[in-house]
Structures are given as C-alpha cells and as structure tokens.
C-alpha cells in the first residue's frame, strides 16, 4: 500500500525559511515521479514543483510563484521528497501535499504558516 | 500558462439526480484533462484521468467527456457520498486547476 507521510509544517515568519518533507512506502521511489502540490485556506489547489523520475531525466520544474525561492529535492536511499522554502511571504500559507504521479497518491498535508 | 475555467462555482443538486459539471481551458489541453474530488478535511481524490477514464475503484456513475478546450464531468445519479469539491485538472502543459465547483445538496 502506497503511504506519503508529510512533516515540517509549522508557523514561520515573512522573509523565513522552512522545509518539508514526505517520507513515501509501499512503492519503487527511485522510479517514482513525485511532487509537491499546495492548497492555501479556502482556495484551490496549486502545483509547486515537480521531480521526475531517473526513468524520465530526473527533470525539476517549479511553479512561477515559487520559483527561485523553493528546491525539490529526493533522497532515493531514504524514499524521502523534500521541499526547501527560502524567502517565505504570507501568500505561501496552505497546506503542502506530497503526490505520487502514479498511482496518483497524496498525503494527509503539512501546513505551512507564514505570518508574523 | 494554461488558465482553467470551472462552471459554475456551486452546483445544486438534490440526491438521485444528475449534475454536470463544465471545464474550460485557456488553450488546447488535447485529452490531458483529469478531475479530482475533495471533501472537507482530505486530500483530493482522483476519479478521472485522460478525460474519459475511470480512476481504479472509481464508480461508473462518473463520466468525463470532451476534448480540445471543453471539457465535462457528468455524476448520473447524485449519491450523498458525492457532495463535495470537484477539480478540473489539465497536464498538457505544466499543471494547473481549476477554482473548483462545489456540488452541494439541494
């Protein structure tokens, strides 16, 4: 059974920096797409940023909103996704979602509070 | 950036009938459209993926059709199960969603 498992949420002030992580099982994570997904209070949904597979380049792509700021990261020996945010601005509050490509699989979410 | 447009905002629908749900994209997604549900407190779910197929344990009651930059999602017959928010999804291009249609009961 596939199992995403979200931790480092927390509150942080604007300018600060925190990092999120999604400890994954039950799959092959090194052929694994993973990414990271964001849903900010009350609204919809946003895709952040992206890590595809060995099988598929090992390509990074990161959301406009957050580019610059933010690093995806993976551990394949551990089977762990990381998302390191830099510069945090109140906008990027919500609840982080670690999200396996196939099959589409999301964690329970990490919040993220940014405010002073 | 592809934009996604869902109508309408809220849907509703008493319970047995039937809600159809429309998705708009900015240009042409071709088939990369899927749709998610979410309920309060959860992770979104995936029903439907390649704008016509079924997510694993997904029931046949949900449809999607379309193609281009149209698209629908059809529920035949509302259970209580189904009221929830629904996201339009396109991957054609990056990965964006919709603002999502809320179906609630009427």
């Known amino acids: 059974e596939v199992q995403l498992v979200e931790s480092g949420g927390g509150l942080v002030k604007p300018g600060g920096s925190l990092r999120v992580s999604c400890a994954a099982s039950?799959?092959?994570?090194?052929?694994?797409?993973m990414s990271w997904i964001r849903q900010a209070p009350g609204k919809g949904l946003e895709w952040v940023a992206r890590?595809?597979?060995?099988?598929?380049?090992?390509?990074?792509d990161y959301a406009a909103s957050v580019k610059g700021r933010f690093t995806i990261s993976r551990d394949d020996s551990k089977n762990m996704l990381s998302l390191q945010m830099n510069s945090l601005q109140t906008e990027d509050t919500a609840v982080y979602y670690c999200?396996?490509?196939?099959?589409?699989?999301w964690g329970q979410g990490t919040q993220v509070t940014v405010s002073s | 950036e592809i934009v996604v447009t869902q109508s309408p905002a809220t849907l509703s629908v008493s319970p047995g009938e039937r809600a159809t749900l429309a998705c708009r994209t900015s240009?042409?997604?071709?088939?990369?459209l899927a749709w998610y549900q979410q309920k309060p407190g959860q992770a979104p779910r995936l029903l439907i993926y390649?704008?016509?197929t079924r997510a694993t344990d997904i029931p046949a009651r949900f449809s999607g059709s379309g193609s281009g930059t149209d698209f629908t999602l059809t529920i035949s017959s509302l259970q209580s199960e189904d009221f929830a928010v629904y996201y339009c999804?396109?991957?054609?291009?990056?990965?964006?969603f919709g603002q999502g249609t809320k179906v609630e009961i009427k």
């Open positions: 240009q042409s997604v071709g088939s990369d």
């Open positions: 890590f595809k597979s060995n099988n598929e380049g090992g390509v990074i």
């Open positions: 039950g799959f092959s994570f090194i052929d694994a797409h």
């Open positions: 999804h396109q991957y054609n291009n990056w990965r964006t």
């Open positions: 999200h396996l490509q196939m099959p589409d699989s």
């Open positions: 390649q704008t016509s």
